[in-house]
């Protein structure tokens, strides 16, 4: 059974920073793309960012380009996202979704998700 | 680059049928079919509920159907049932610098 934990959310401040984290379990991590999707309390889904199975390709929406770094250790099923400069904006559940292939196409799996509120 | 277009809300009554659209462009929905929809109730994580148009993951029910034409694609739900009032999302991949495209997202209320 496929399983996705996010962990790392919580309350930070204008222009601080967190890092999520995704701990994968129930198929081959190394095989499958990964992306992150947020979405802002009662809004629509937003694609964040993704990377590829072998991690050689890395994608990243332009709201958070420059901003956030991706990144994944397949020894540890585990996938990142260091977010730097934060914005009100970025105030969102976050979550981690493995898809269907080794590039990104489409999300089949998606975990529960990781609250993230930057406020003062 | 704009998100895909769905209709804000759609309605039904228990045991109709109803059909939702997205709409793309040739770039998105209209080059690929890497189209897919997913289901969220409040407070859920999203559902993938169709992929690559028209098919269904494992344990969908066969209610659920996909479709595409040109650069709107569709998802009808027959006999409808209270269980299927949610948010549906549809999703594209795009040759643009971003790869997933979402839809704002269509609310569906079972009457």
């Known amino acids: 059974e496929v399983q996705l934990l996010e962990s790392g959310g919580g309350l930070v401040q204008p222009g601080g920073s967190l890092r999520l984290s995704c701990t994968a379990s129930?198929?081959?991590?190394?095989?499958?793309?990964m992306s992150w999707v947020r979405q802002a309390p009662g809004k629509g889904l937003e694609w964040v960012s993704g990377i590829s199975g072998s991690g050689g390709d890395i994608y990243y929406a332009d709201s958070v380009k420059g901003r956030f770094t991706i990144s994944r250790d397949s020894p540890k099923n585990t996938l990142y996202l260091q977010m730097n400069s934060l914005r009100a904006e970025d105030t969102a559940v976050y979550y981690c979704?493995?898809?269907?292939?080794?590039?990104?196409?489409?999300?089949?799996?998606w975990g529960q998700g990781t609250l993230v509120t930057v406020s003062s | 680059q704009s998100a895909l277009t769905q209709p804000a809300s759609v309605s039904g009554s228990p045991g109709q049928s109803i059909t939702m659209s997205c709409t793309g462009t040739?770039?998105?929905?209209?080059?690929?079919?890497?189209v897919s929809w997913y289901q969220q109730h409040p407070g859920k994580a999203p559902k993938l509920m169709l992929y690559?148009?028209?098919n269904r993951p494992s344990g969908v029910s066969n209610r659920f159907s996909g479709s595409k034409s040109g650069n709107t694609a569709s998802l009808t739900i027959s006999g409808l049932q209270a269980e299927d009032e949610a948010d549906y999302y549809c999703?594209?991949?795009?040759?643009?610098?971003?790869?997933?495209?979402f839809g704002g997202g269509t609310k569906l209320t079972v009457l």
């Open positions: 040739s770039s998105d929905v209209g080059a690929y079919n890497y």
């Open positions: 999703s594209s991949y795009t040759s643009n610098n971003t790869p997933v495209l």
């Open positions: 690559d148009v028209s």
């Open positions: 129930g198929f081959t991590f190394s095989s499958y793309a």
């Open positions: 979704a493995k898809d269907r292939w080794g590039t990104i196409t489409t999300c089949d799996y």
